[in-house]
């Protein structure tokens, strides 16, 4: 079992920046694929950008040049650094793990989410 907690969320203006966090529990933590996935209520959820377990990375078209995720294996830690924020960014954020290496398939386990609120 992994538990993953987001924390970084808050209200920007548009065009500041966030990063948010992903505390993962477990020792098994750099074998898997991290993500971050968000959702705005009536929608459907998107994945935002993906880690491999090799550190490859993958981006959503609409962050892409703008988002840039990374990992810390050594502190079970996800990172997603939020630049030139828009007011379509605003959603709630999830990290979610995949017991996989690989980041192609669904997604085991997934935090809470945290509020990110873009202001125009």
């Known amino acids: 079992e992994v538990q993953l907690v987001e924390s970084g969320g808050g209200s920007v203006q548009a065009g500041g920046s966030l990063r948010l966090s992903c505390a993962a529990s477990?020792?098994?933590?750099?074998?898997?694929?991290m993500g971050w996935f968000r959702q705005v209520a009536g929608k459907e959820r998107e994945r935002v950008a993906a880690?491999?377990?090799?550190?490859?990375?993958g981006y959503a078209g609409s962050v892409k040049g703008r988002f840039t995720i990374s990992r810390d294996n050594a502190k079970n830690a996800l990172y997603l650094e939020m630049n030139t924020l828009k007011p379509e960014d605003t959603a709630m954020y999830y990290c979610?793990?995949?017991?996989?290496?690989?980041?192609?398939?669904?997604?085991?386990?997934w935090g809470q989410g945290t509020q990110v609120t873009v202001s125009s």
């Open positions: 880690i491999s377990a090799f550190g490859g990375t």
């Open positions: 979610a793990a995949r017991s996989d290496t690989y980041c192609d398939g669904p997604y085991n386990y």
């Open positions: 477990g020792n098994k933590y750099s074998r898997y694929c």
